[in-house]
């Protein structure tokens, strides 16, 4: 059965021009700010820093184990090595916006203790 969430993309051009129309930016103006903060989150998360952002979410970077993976096709065993990884841990307000019901019943949960 389908979905009957609305499953479109946004790219880089649309996001720009959803911060020009609330704003009073111009386009290159938005497309700097919105280069700006991604390469600053960038270079936070690379070296090692964690970027909070309340109510939206947690940027971060996690150290992963090596581990032993399967390949798909033949099923042989492989070595995964060790590595760092970027996370995002959504914020509250962030995940309420996503899912209203989910944030309901926590609260209705909270209110219940």
Excluded: H, W
Excluded at 16 to 35: F, P, Q, Y
Excluded at 81 to 102: I, L, R
């Amino acid at each position: 059965m389908p979905s009957t969430n609305c499953s479109q993309k946004m790219n880089r051009a649309e996001l720009i021009e959803k911060l020009v129309s609330k704003t009073d930016l111009s386009k290159a103006a938005a497309g700097r700010v919105l280069d700006t903060f991604i390469e600053t989150v960038q270079l936070a998360v690379k070296k090692g820093d964690t970027v909070t952002l309340v109510g939206f979410g947690t940027f971060k970077s996690v150290k992963r184990a090596a581990r032993t993976g399967k390949n798909p096709s033949t099923g042989a065993a492989l070595k995964i090595p060790a590595g760092t990884v970027p996370k995002f841990t959504p914020g509250s307000k962030f995940k309420a916006a996503v899912d209203p019901k989910a944030a309901a019943r926590k609260a209705a949960k909270a209110a219940g203790k």
